[in-house]
């Protein structure tokens, strides 16, 4: 049974940093071509934010470019979400998945960027 499993998430102030943490099991993640970080905000739709191919090579959202990080271990099956100089609006529900996404969807691991 594949299991997604999101962790890290937070309360932070603004201008805070979170690195967040997904483990896989019942899949390998180095056998996709890539993967993926997606968030969902209050009412509003999931939204991919992050990718990283398997050779390495990253693509961002406009919205997080240059403050967040993605990365992968395939040795521990984990993919990373590093994020700084958060903002209010990076306020989220944080999901990893191989993109194009499984059906499957783990149950993510809140963010929460508030003074």
């Known amino acids: 049974q594949v299991q997604l499993v999101e962790s890290g998430g937070g309360l932070v102030q603004p201008g805070g940093s979170l690195r967040l943490s997904c483990a896989a099991s019942?899949?390998?993640?180095?056998?996709?071509?890539?993967l993926g970080w997606y968030r969902q905000a209050p009412g509003k739709q999931r939204e991919l934010v992050a990718r990283i191919f398997r050779d390495g090579s990253t693509l961002y959202a406009d919205s997080v470019k240059g403050r967040f990080t993605i990365s992968r271990d395939n040795a521990k099956n984990t993919v990373y979400l590093q994020m700084n100089s958060l903002k209010p609006e990076d306020t989220a529900v944080y999901y990893c998945n191989p993109y194009p996404a499984l059906a499957y969807w783990g149950q993510g691991t809140q963010v929460t960027v508030s003074s």
């Open positions: 019942a899949i390998t993640f180095s056998l996709y071509a890539s």
